[in-house]
């Protein structure tokens, strides 16, 4: 049994601080419709797994209010970050989608998306949904947490000063992340290209025919074949993404 010191419940408060922050911004573990109570159950879990491993290694844990206060902003802070960097990718992937879905006429018939609380089309949910399940597949929440838990070395619970933040990898994450959205929208872009010059073809050889009215259908069956035929490949990126965001995390980090 862990005797529950002052210095004890002081590292859990700050630990606390540091995963409360990974699940306001996490995808999947921090999304708007997991329960309010289940996120909190969960942080409180995850702080009493890491506290033990920060007793021996935590700097010393200011006594008066005021300093402890602004060290649990810190620790707010760099779980903000962690939860951020990871959330980028699903904005990659919704980056993607919102591309395709213009194209195909879809960002006109907009719903509800539960897992950023705004208003976006249909194609955008399945993508979200599609790379929800990739992210629990490819054990994802594993490498999160793994990543998450590689910040402790990084930056000690209780240190004054906040860890450095590489700014190259910074930008080798937003250069991946759009690499990501361009290889997701590119084919069915192409084929939605090609699909826009031959209808522009019809209407000059045809002019009688209403292209604008005979497209739309014609762009939506060409944008769903070209999408259902290029989704094992968008499935494969998203592995490999997802199974290589730790590395990025801890990257990023400094580590």
């Excluded at 004890?8 to 922050?21: S, T």
């Excluded at 208003?119 to 599609?130: A, I």
């Excluded at 933040?165 to 250069?175: C, F, G, K, L, R």
């Amino acid at each position: 049994m862990v005797t529950l010191s002052a210095a004890y419940i002081a590292i859990f408060g700050l630990v606390l601080a540091r995963v409360g922050g990974l699940l306001v911004t996490a995808p999947v573990l921090g999304a708007r419709q997991v329960p309010a109570q289940a996120k909190i159950g969960l942080a409180v879990v995850l702080s009493l797994i890491f506290v033990p491993l920060q007793m021996q290694s935590s700097a010393a844990v200011p006594a008066d209010i005021v300093s402890y206060g602004l060290v649990a902003g810190r620790e707010l802070l760099i779980g903000l970050a962690v939860g951020f960097a990871v959330g980028l990718i699903f904005h990659g992937i919704t980056m993607g989608s919102q591309l395709v879905g213009i194209q195909m006429g879809f960002g006109l018939g907009s719903v509800l998306n539960p897992a950023s609380g705004a208003e976006s089309s249909v194609l955008e949910n399945f993508y979200v949904v599609l790379a929800t399940v990739i992210f629990l597949t490819a054990n994802g929440h594993h490498v999160v947490l793994a990543a998450f838990a590689h910040t402790f070395d990084v930056a000690p619970i209780g240190a004054a000063q906040l860890p450095s933040i590489n700014p190259t990898q910074v930008m080798a994450m937003i250069q991946a992340i759009l690499v990501v959205a361009l290889r997701i929208s590119m084919p069915a872009i192409a084929a939605l290209l090609l699909a826009d010059v031959g209808l522009g073809l019809v209407g000059r050889v045809a002019p009688q025919m209403q292209v604008m009215i005979v497209g739309a259908p014609v762009k939506i069956a060409v944008g769903l074949l070209l999408l259902a035929a290029s989704t094992p490949t968008t499935a494969m990126l998203m592995d490999a993404v997802f199974r290589g965001m730790g590395h990025s995390v801890s990257t990023l980090m400094g580590g």
